[in-house]
């Protein structure tokens, strides 16, 4: 008895061709750098037998935090998208910083990535996103070298899909 096995032709992703966006940021957008995609996990239970130990799937997934880098423009303006997105949610000032909707709180996003080939292969669909923390800027009159200042911006979500943009 033999068995063939078909050998399955395909490209590895490289982390050069992607776009990021949030439906509810524009300058922002611009201005991303890096973005890793978030790992998950299910939990398990433990089953005990006089045995052994049995696991038990979970029910419920878990996703990481979603953070993106990005760099600071001169006039400050992908940042300030964040950080007045962040007053909307924290604690204002001004009752009028709440939004009215509870939908304005959240943001869906995307992350199309593309082949070597440069053509739209996936896309990563975001639901429900909040910023829940952006790293500190560091300052440095010492710095010689011109280096662009860039920040990262941590997200939760509530899931995410994966969408192939290619017929097969």
């Not at 063939?4 to 992607?18: A, D, I, M, R, S």
């Not at 292969?121 to 910023?131: L, Y």
Request: proline share 4%; aromatic share 12%.
């Amino acid at each position: 008895m033999s068995s063939t096995v078909q050998k399955t032709h395909f490209n590895f992703l490289t982390g050069l061709w992607f776009e990021m966006s949030i439906a509810k940021l524009d300058v922002f957008n611009q201005a991303i750098q890096a973005v890793n995609l978030p790992g998950f996990s299910i939990g398990n239970t433990i089953l005990d037998n006089p045995f052994i130990k049995i696991p038990i799937a979970g029910d419920h997934m878990v996703f990481d935090n979603l953070v993106v880098q990005f760099a600071i423009d001169e006039e400050f303006k992908a940042y300030r998208e964040i950080y007045d997105w962040a007053i909307q949610i924290g604690k204002p000032d001004e009752l009028t910083q709440r939004p009215i909707d509870n939908k304005e709180v959240y943001s869906d996003g995307s992350i199309i990535l593309f082949s070597s080939s440069k053509n739209a292969e996936m896309k990563i669909k975001i639901f429900d996103m909040i910023p829940i923390r952006v790293e500190s800027l560091k300052l440095d009159y010492k710095d010689t070298d011109t280096n662009i200042i860039t920040s990262t911006v941590t997200f939760s979500f509530r899931k995410y899909e994966i969408i192939s943009l290619i017929s097969i």
